[in-house]
């Protein structure tokens, strides 16, 4: 079945440390973005690529990194510059060329220690 | 800068009642919206979209409301179930006329089915 995964489901980060968030998908889709969710809050976006190779910078892209080597794959690292990285992350795809709703992943919650 | 936003964070209601959710949008550009249903710890699954050439449309047991004039967006759920607990976003592409191809959401609200 095709979709979209993220892993891992939970990860602990210690100050001072980069930590990279994996979101892989099977759906053919051009598109990809980084989305992070707080607690009672809504998705605020962080990066998102078009295409491969390419990629924007969202609402909230700073303290993030992405890189878009292939069209299946779309990582996110959480670099020490993020002064707040405890949150949930978001990852989607979707056809890029038409204006449709996204797939999303089912989260990697990050927890600073 | 303009954005999406929901009235209501927390909706109770009764297994069984009709529950309506609201979402205020206040970008014009915007053109298509979509309903998204967040179960805890998950990730969002797509309910119903709807472009701006419509005011209604229905699918199985949610119907979705569109009036352009005041920019407001409603998720309609009939005989609401216990599985219908969660939050709901609305999501719209007003930014697509800007050049960033991204949807941006609201806050969401959070749907509480009472037994």
């Known amino acids: 079945d095709g979709g979209i995964t993220q892993s891992p489901k939970y990860l602990f980060r210690k100050e001072g440390q980069n930590v990279t968030l994996s979101c892989e998908q099977n759906?053919?889709?051009?598109?990809m973005y980084w989305y992070r969710q707080d607690p009672g809050q809504g998705l605020r976006l962080i990066y998102y690529?078009?295409?491969?190779?390419?990629?924007q910078k969202g609402d909230i892209a700073e303290g993030y990194s992405v890189s878009r080597e292939k069209k299946e794959s779309f990582p996110l690292t959480v670099t020490s510059a993020q002064k707040n990285p405890t949150a949930f992350y978001l990852c989607a795809s979707s056809i890029a060329d038409r204006v449709y709703g996204y797939t999303f992943g089912s989260g990697t919650r990050l927890t600073v220690v | 800068g303009e954005s999406v936003g929901l009235h209501l964070p927390t909706l109770s209601v009764q297994e069984g009642d009709n529950s309506i959710i609201n979402c205020a949008y206040s970008n014009s550009a915007s053109d298509y919206f979509i309903w998204y249903k967040q179960e805890s710890g998950k990730g969002p699954q797509f309910i119903i979209d709807i472009r701006s050439n419509m005011d209604k449309r229905q699918g199985q047991r949610v119907t979705v409301l569109l009036n352009k004039t005041v920019k407001h967006l409603s998720l309609q759920i009939a005989a609401t179930q216990p599985g219908d607990s969660a939050v709901y976003f609305c999501?719209?592409?007003?930014?697509?006329?800007?050049?960033?191809?991204?949807?941006?959401f609201g806050s969401g609200t959070r749907l509480q089915v009472q037994p």
């Open positions: 759906l053919n889709h051009d598109a």
């Open positions: 690529s078009q295409i491969v190779n390419d990629f």
């Open positions: 999501a719209e592409n007003g930014q697509f006329s800007t050049g960033r191809r991204a949807l941006t």
